[in-house]
């Protein structure tokens, strides 16, 4: 089994590198692109083992107490 | 009185710390390793700056999990002092010691430079030898200095008392130009509930002697040696 994490930035906190990233495809040209916000990706394999309910409970417990840290972020799981 | 400096892989202010307690203390020092969990040894533990576990996954989260760190969090529970510097203070906010977050800083540069820092309580145990509003002038060294919360935690924190330093212009101002990147408020430090632990950015150890441009972070480690003394 596979766990996708994804980790952003909450709504509020400010993104610099997003910022930054914006500017720069404002500056080659794209129109169109309101805001950009960059996160973490994490792919992590898990025993094939494990069934789906505790796969997915070992996934958002990795990702709420170690991949992402609740000040600042949110994290979406997604196991298949 | 006995300091510890704890060394993870990738911290490189270790050693500065140690030759400020050593040389200008005058008290005993080691160098905790990370992997070490009994600090009944020591009085006061100082997290150094540096790039610990070389800042992966965030900065200072990867040294929060560390065996060391599960004991300082149980020292500072029993009431020991513990000092964060730079990726020290990064350390203790993702470990939870002190609360909110450090990000990039909002202009997204490595900004490493003189700032100006206000004392902004002498009531702690690192600033009782200082004086209210004195502008310290000390180095800082980061990427990753801008400092967020909440705005419950922002309450708490100004309600208590417990924001130490900010970021000011010479005169001790907070004009915007003086926030250097962009911390909340012009945050540069903050200590816990118990006042027993202080993070901040700017790097004290590395400005206790007049050749290094500035002394002015002596008197951080004057009140920490003095408070030390009057609790044996």
Redesign the interface.
Known sequence: MKAKIYVTLKSGVLDPQGKAIQHSVALLGYDGVADVRQGKYFEIALDAALDETRARATAERMARDVLSNPVIEDFRVEVE | MKFGVIVFPGSNCDHDAYHVISKHVGQPVDFVWHRETNLSDYDAVIIPGGFSYGDY??VG?LAS?SPVMASVKEFAARGGFVLGICNGFQIL??SGLL???L??????HFICQHVNVRVETTETPFTHELRGGQVLSLPVAHAEG?Y???DETYAELSGEGRIVFRYCDPAGGLGEGSNLN?SRDHIAGICSRGRNVLGMMPHPERACEEMLGSADGSGVFRSLAATLAAVR
């Open positions: 996954l965030r989260a999990f906010c993702e609360p909110g977050a990000i990039r800083n909002r202009e997204l801008n967020v919360c909440d962009g």
